[in-house]
């Protein structure tokens, strides 16, 4: 019999969005990505029942670009171009681990270099403040099908003899954003992995379903392209705030409260960028066996 591989691991979770980290920074403990299937490592790992159950992987790297790097890997392999509540949690591993002693973290992804403004309490990274950088608008830059250079808000689209109207935004992942006096069960398992294949989205989406509050106020669930339901979507909540606000729904700053917390969206429509702060939290160290 093969002698099983340790795989050192922390899992963290910043809103109920949960993830397994590795670092490959050349401690003692790092993974070697090189002679690593990372998506197979991320089906495996992520397994709720064989696994240690996550929404997936993070791998946390070098960068010549920025101060570090990380890759981030949905619960059935596939890559995700970003992660805005596993970018929080990677600043709070990168400090509290001492890895850096920077209070602003310049993260490289594949949707560009995001800027991590961290606040200490006693010491530790306690919350985060994500640059997202720009929301994009237009359906080539979701991307989105349709004319590239159009927006698409209030899109109808019908789902198994449904009507919905729904709103493309990148946030360097494409979400689809509909919003619903109150949102059901239905609304994520039946309707949302449904849309998230629609031919409206190349790539595939994430599907969110929203609920205005009041001006400062959205409730939202989201539908994870690759991953199913989570309990957040960093992303998704800077998306919808984002997909209100050009509605005329909600002021430029709004509280989106999803299953596992509540995030702070604020948005500049000069640059276009989104802010995003919410906290991060470790939750068990340890080695997984392949």
């Known amino acids: 019999m093969p002698e099983k591989r340790g795989i050192y691991f922390t899992k963290m979770q910043g809103a109920g969005n ?6 490959a920074l050349g401690t003692p403990t790092s993974l070697n990505t090189d002679t690593t299937d990372l998506p197979d490592l991320s ?12 929404d997936g992987l993070i791998a946390i790297l ?38 850096t002693d920077k209070k602003i973290i310049d993260l490289e992804t594949l949707a560009g270099i995001k800027v991590l403004h961290l606040h200490l309490v006693d010491g530790r990274v306690d919350e985060v403040t994500v640059d997202m950088g720009e929301a994009f608008l ?25 009507i919905f109207q729904v709103t493309a935004i990148g946030m360097g992942n494409p979400h689809g954003v509909v919003f619903v006096d109150e949102i059901s069960d239905r609304h994520i398992f039946h309707y949302g992995k449904i849309m998230e294949f629609s031919s409206l989205f190349p790539q595939r989406a994430n599907i969110e ?6 001006r400062q106020h959205i409730r939202m669930r989201v539908w994870e392209r690759g991953s199913g339901e989570t309990l957040a979507c960093g992303t998704g909540a800077c998306a919808t705030a984002v997909a209100a606000i050009l509605k005329g729904l909600s002021d ?8 596992g917390g509540t995030l702070h969206i604020k948005y500049d429509p000069d640059s276009r960028h989104v ?16």
């Open 252 to 259: 430029n700053e709004v509280d989106v409260e999803l299953l």
């Open 138 to 162: 237009k359906r080539g830059e979701v991307p989105a099908s349709g004319d590239p250079d159009s927006m698409m808000i209030d899109e109808t689209i019908n789902v198994d003899d449904e």
């Open 43 to 54: 089906r495996k790992i992520s397994d709720r029942h064989f696994g240690i159950g996550s």
């Open 209 to 214: 379903f929203a609920q205005i509050i009041d």
């Open 62 to 99: 070098p960068s010549s670009n920025a101060d570090f790097r990380m890759r981030m890997f949905n619960a059935d392999g596939s890559e995700a171009q970003m992660c805005g509540n596993g970018s929080r949690c990677v600043a709070k591993y990168l400090f509290d681990k001492g890895f």
């Open 275 to 290: 802010f995003m702060r919410g906290g991060a939290e470790f939750i068990a160290e340890g080695y997984f066996f392949i």
């Open 18 to 23: 949960d993830y397994i980290y590795v670092d």
